[in-house]
């Protein structure tokens, strides 16, 4: 006999996430979703299903090269596995991931939140003309910003060879290796594209949240108007699934 607990179990609507891309990113992402929430209990916090898929091979990698392992098989096999255990909808805190979106969403029943349209409409919202783009090289190369970005008539600013060299260095010599980011680094690439006329420098890639939060001045005050692409994506999942603490907050 099923009890009438059991029946509302069953009606709960929960958030999928597919993680461990990179895994610090994820945990990040879900301390955002935790902090962002108005809830004054346990109870009244997001129900979350987290996948944390580490073993997922390298995105850009394979945007690079077809020969390499292909990672959506894997994404979404994890997604199959959040189908299973029953959520509603599901968000991947990994933008490059984001260039496989269409062939992960015709594999998955399941609505998946797309973060970087989220980013966008974000900054069409602000009146944003300009806007430079962090990311990774293979993000930079299948141009996943800078298409949302013209049909909604913002120009897309990418970094220069050598500041993109700099950049991955972040992703995979500092954040993705558990090394504390150098803030003359990023603050020179922020300062380039500024210069290049970014109006506000997107935060393109889940590993550069992580960086963020640990080099931004303390009370928040930087010289550069950055716009946190994971957190824009974790205020949409809690507007969805709950409900947003704080909408004047920065970021979405």
Known sequence: MVSEDSQDLGQVKRLGII??????ATVLFLEMI??????????????????????????TGYIFDNNKPDPVPYIIDAAERL????????VIPCFTAHYFHDRIQDGV??????????????????????????ATDGTVKSDLYGHTLSEKGIDCIYPDSDMQR???????DYVKACVPVEADMFYDI???????G???MILGC??????????????????????DAMEILAKKCVRAFGRLKDESASGG
Not at 39 to 58: M, T
Not at 190 to 196: I, Q
Not at 212 to 220: L, M, Q, Y
Request: proline share 7%; net charge negative.
């Open 19 to 24: 993680g461990g891309m990179g895994p610090m």
């Open 34 to 59: 935790i902090s962002l929430t108005d809830a004054k209990s346990d109870q009244e916090h997001i129900p979350i299903v987290i996948e944390h898929c580490p073993e997922v091979p390298d995105r």
């Open 83 to 90: 189908a299973v255990a029953g959520v509603s909808e599901i």
């Open 109 to 134: 029943g399941i609505p998946i939140i797309n973060g970087i349209d989220e980013t966008v409409l974000y900054l069409k919202d602000r009146g944003i003309r300009a806007a430079g783009v962090m």
């Open 166 to 172: 700099r950049l991955m260095s972040v992703f995979y």
């Open 190 to 196: 922020c300062e380039s594209l500024k210069a290049a």
């Open 198 to 200: 970014a109006e506000t």
């Open 206 to 227: 889940t590993e550069l949240s992580v960086a963020w939060r640990e080099i931004k001045a303390p009370g928040g005050h930087t010289p550069y108007d950055i716009t």
